[in-house]
């Protein structure tokens, strides 16, 4: 598998920018498909979330699939490709692996160390799964990065400097805005991010909790799982006069346009009585739910995503990070030892299977010029003939696996096939893959 990544994130794009490019509804699926349909793809996956959008393919050539898959990008986005292009990044083979990794582990989220993103690359390998764009390569990579981001979590503190984004906002809103325990709370979405922002609020003490969602039966049963005396459901087209009446909003849908407006806030603020505190915003979602223009408000605190990215970047460093580091770089690097490795199996296979079909040519004759000779005989003979083999063939055979593992090891398998007059359809029988559908191996990663 030649792994190429191409993507864009809080780290490379604006938030403006983000939200432009957002992929909502059913624009995913379709880009999902379109990818793997390239004809430079094999297999393709999809991680979107709120400060990401990043394809995953198995491409044979890759300045072309960069090129198939920043356009795709573009098309879906409806951002214009030259724009979006300044703020892609590329990652190749190996550094795509490392890329991958890092993500897994939360090193390159907002909040460095949290743990959603676990599910999010397990809900974007279930995706692809059920798309059927995802075939061995992907699935293998995909569980494996899964597993090291468990390990990071797992061996390191990572998770002490980490927090979910849930977390981190309301740590800043009760910066502006006061304790989060004793104030009334609306959340407005039912999703994955909406259900842990509602359960965060009822475990910082939040007693009186209202969910609002446009389908009303995911709101009903959000509020079953936190207890109806804590939490009650809201007409979604009820927010505008339930913000008069709340301390707190968060918000997170997957609506396209604004879901809070700017007017409908300064209303209830008008409404609020002096020496209650601002009417506080956490805006998690992407594109943004709350608008822009509340920043602008007396008497209203807006967090959105925009503001954590700036938040985040003046706190310090988590002291598990390097560790974590290493996690990751002695993991990409057992895991490319063993993909090299795999590329030389079928190769060894074949060259086997064709010393077994010499030895089988030879005994036939063998037998046709001493046709008398006794089937105990013929045994001996045919088992010393095969374990001479066997042992001419081993040492090779071990060591040129050990060196395959190595970079730059792919020259090896090339090397075996030559030196033996290999057929490149029995190799490509062995490892299930047409001929002339092996990866073209490129140089490491690009930005």
């Known amino acids: 598998m030649s792994l190429l990544v191409v993507g864009l994130s809080h780290r490379t794009a604006p938030v403006g920018v983000l939200e432009r490019a957002a992929l909502t509804g059913g624009v995913p699926t379709r880009l999902l498909h379109d990818a793997a349909a390239t004809a430079t793809v094999a297999e393709a996956a999809l991680l979107n979330t709120c400060n990401r959008i990043e ?123 006061g304790e989060i325990a004793g104030k009334r709370a609306l959340v407005v979405g039912a999703g994955s991010m909406s259900s842990l922002a509602a359960a965060t609020l009822v475990r910082s003490g939040v007693t009186d909790l209202l969910i609002a969602n446009r389908t009303a039966a995911r709101a009903e049963r959000l509020v079953e799982i936190l207890g109806p005396d804590v939490a009650r459901t809201l ?75 700036h938040a985040h970047a003046a706190t310090p460093g988590a002291g598990d990070v390097d560790q974590v580091t290493r996690i990751v770089a002695d993991e990409v690097t057992a895991f490319g030892a063993a993909q090299r490795a795999a590329r030389i199996a079928p190769t060894v296979v074949a060259l086997r299977s064709m010393a077994s079909d010499v030895v089988a040519a030879e005994l036939g004759r063998l037998e046709s010029r001493l046709p008398d000779l006794d089937e105990r005989s013929r045994a001996e003979i045919g088992q010393t003939v095969r374990r001479v083999v066997d042992k001419l063939l081993h040492a090779p055979t071990v060591r040129v696996k050990q060196l395959a593992a190595e970079p730059g090891g792919a020259s090896y398998a090339e090397a075996l096939r030559e030196l033996f007059d290999l057929d490149p359809a029995a190799v490509h029988a062995v490892s299930g893959t047409p001929v002339g559908g092996a990866p073209q191996p490129s140089a490491g990663g690009t930005r």
């Open 55 to 177: 394809l995953y393919a198995d491409v044979d050539k890759f300045h072309a699939g960069v090129a198939e898959l920043s356009l795709l990008l573009a098309h879906h986005s409806g951002v214009d490709l030259e724009e979006l292009t300044s703020h892609l990044y590329v990652h190749y083979e190996d550094r795509a692996v490392h890329h991958l990794f890092s993500v897994a582990c939360g090193l390159d989220s907002m909040v460095v160390g949290e743990g959603q993103i676990l599910g999010q690359l397990r809900d974007a390998l279930a995706k692809a799964q059920e798309e059927h764009t995802a075939g061995r390569g992907l699935n293998e990579l995909f569980q494996q990065a899964l597993r090291v981001g468990k390990r990071a979590h797992s061996e390191t503190g990572i998770d002490k400097a980490g927090q979910s984004l849930v977390t981190f906002g309301l740590e800043q809103v009760a910066a502006g805005a």
């Open 235 to 309: 007409d979604l087209a009820k927010v505008p006069e339930a913000l008069a009446d709340v301390d707190l909003v968060i918000s997170c849908t997957g609506a396209a346009g604004v879901v809070v407006k700017a007017e409908d806030v300064a209303a209830a603020v008008a409404l609020r009585p002096a020496g209650r505190g601002p009417l506080a915003l956490l805006d998690l979602a992407m594109p943004r739910d709350v608008d822009h223009a509340v920043h602008e408000l007396d008497g209203a605190l807006l967090v959105d995503l925009e503001s954590l990215s």
